[in-house]
């Protein structure tokens, strides 16, 4: 299984970045999609996930109501919409997956397939 996470970039504060995981050698019918970023000197943290089968979300308090997960089933893509950007939010974003049932979907140990990551950075 690979991952590969684009859409990264500069954006000043309260602008808008769509970023993109797009997984190939499997299907991903069954397994849970996530994003999670990593800011400089930070440990690696949830942002969202998504479960392929049936749709549900789940975001952190500190995206929600910002950004939105989605998926493309035929294209086996997952999208991360990040509207209302703050400078908090400049991070290594991680795409990841996991074919793991009934685990706990926020912490790293979950997924077993990571992307490469896309920097994002918001200007003040």
């Known amino acids: 299984v690979q991952l590969q996470a684009s859409g990264g970039g500069l954006v000043q504060a309260g602008g808008s970045l769509r970023l993109s995981c797009a997984a190939s050698?499997?299907?991903?019918?069954?397994?849970?999609m996530a994003w999670f970023r990593q800011a400089p000197g930070k440990e690696r943290e949830f942002v969202s996930r998504?479960?392929?089968?049936?749709?549900?979300?789940y975001y952190a308090d500190s995206v929600k109501g910002r950004f939105t997960i989605s998926g493309d089933n035929a294209k086996n893509t997952v999208y991360l919409q990040m509207n209302s950007l703050k400078p908090e939010d400049t991070a290594v974003y991680y795409c990841?997956?996991?074919?793991?049932?009934?685990?706990?979907?926020?912490?790293?140990?979950?997924?077993?397939?990571w992307g490469q990551g896309t920097l994002v950075t918001v200007s003040s």
């Open positions: 990841a997956a996991s074919t793991r049932i009934n685990s706990i979907y926020t912490l790293t140990g979950a997924y077993s397939f």
């Open positions: 050698g499997r299907t991903f019918s069954s397994y849970v």
């Open positions: 998504i479960r392929w089968s049936g749709g549900s979300t």
